[in-house]
């Protein structure tokens, strides 16, 4: 079955420290893709990060880096430098199912608060 | 920077009553997705939507549930007797295709918060 896991319920992070946030998954098929979304107070869901499961390098975008590690079906969360507004939810999600029908898991969050 | 949105952002209804729920995608992209997030719980997908008809469902979107695009630019979900354990968070999400592939990533709407009392 396929399975997204977080097991840092809670993250706490001086600013401007960098932050690793866990993410496992479960899959058998050979394509997948993942993502991190970030849900602030407000609720709603913004899209930080993509890597795609045939991707030889790891993704990157402006001070968030994916560290995916296939093999250990890893794909942790680097957030450099940290700011007071990064304090959010964070969540993991794949990709799965057939590519006409595709669909989202997710894990259950990791909830950063960044002190200053 | 062309975004997802959704209307009402808050909905409180009577358990029993319809609601809908809409949606107004990015306006190229061609699949549309609901997810909901009980309080306190993670994200489930719902439903998956192309080319006017349903890709796949989970088995939380019984017949209760439905979805419909009624013209080029809403994408709804109505249910249509509510029950308290259907107060969530709904989200609406569409991607991008190429060539009729979806791709990968799926931007989301800020979501509509529905209590049922």
């Known amino acids: 079955a396929q399975k997204i896991t977080q097991t840092q319920p809670g993250m706490f992070v001086q600013e401007k420290e960098a932050v690793t946030l866990d993410c496992t998954y479960d899959t058998s098929d050979p394509s997948y893709g993942l993502f991190w979304y970030k849900q602030p107070s407000s609720g709603e869901m913004i899209f930080l990060i993509y890597q795609g499961s045939y991707d030889q390098q790891n993704a990157t975008e402006g001070r968030y880096s994916l560290n995916f590690q296939k093999a250990r079906k890893s794909a942790n969360l680097v957030i450099s430098a940290s700011q007071l507004g990064d304090s959010a939810m964070y969540f993991c999600?794949?990709?799965?199912?057939?590519?006409?029908?595709?669909?989202?898991?997710f894990g259950q969050g990791t909830r950063l608060t960044i002190n200053p | 920077e062309p975004e997802v949105t959704q209307t009402p952002s808050h909905q409180v209804t009577q358990m029993g009553q319809e609601v809908i729920l809409r949606c107004v995608p990015i306006s190229n992209h061609l699949y549309f997705y609901w997810y909901r997030q009980i309080l306190g719980q993670k994200v489930e997908f719902l439903v998956s939507?192309?080319?006017?008809?349903?890709?796949?469902k989970s088995e939380i979107f019984d017949d209760q549930f439905s979805v419909e695009r009624p013209d080029g630019s809403n994408f709804t979900l109505k249910i249509r007797s509510t029950k308290l354990e259907d107060s969530a968070m709904y989200f609406c999400?569409?991607?991008?295709?190429?060539?009729?592939?979806?791709?990968?990533?799926?931007?989301f709407g800020p979501g509509t918060r529905l209590l049922v009392l």
């Open positions: 999600a794949m990709r799965v199912g057939w590519v006409g029908a595709q669909k989202l898991v």
């Open positions: 999400a569409s991607s991008a295709t190429t060539t009729g592939v979806p791709q990968e990533t799926q931007y």
């Open positions: 939507f192309y080319n006017n008809e349903i890709s796949e």
